[in-house]
């Protein structure tokens, strides 16, 4: 239980942190999401630029059995490493954006 409450704080954290890169132009607002309950954690993009709507999801976390799984990374940011920089050990980060036959490889978890 330890680990999963300092796992929704680093993902906080760093949801937050990244909420700071605000867009240029238009009127797009960040957004983020921390559903506590059922561990899903996202910072989205909303709104309009110009006539074009924007709705995208920037980084989506979700903790599953104990480990934190990266959704989505649409930033040049290392989230895992940034992840592992605060103290989470490598095999409890998943990289569910890359294929299940892919995860063996990356160094860290799988499930």
Do not use: C
């Not at 605000?22 to 993009?45: P, W």
């Not at 649409?74 to 995860?103: C, F, H, N, W």
Request: net charge negative; hydrophobic share 35%.
């Amino acid at each position: 239980m330890a680990n999963l409450d300092l796992y929704r704080q680093y993902i906080q954290t760093l949801i937050t942190k990244h909420d700071s890169h605000k867009s240029k132009g238009g009127e797009v607002e960040n957004e983020l999401i921390f559903d506590t309950a059922h561990d899903h954690y996202q910072l989205m993009r909303v709104g309009w630029n110009k006539l074009s709507r924007v709705y995208h999801t920037v980084m989506h976390f979700d903790i599953k059995d104990g480990k934190i799984w990266i959704q989505q990374n649409m930033t040049d940011v290392d989230l895992a490493q940034e992840l592992v920089d605060m103290g989470v050990s490598k095999d409890d980060i998943v990289l569910g954006l890359q294929p299940p036959y892919k995860r063996p490889y990356t160094g860290y978890g799988v499930m």
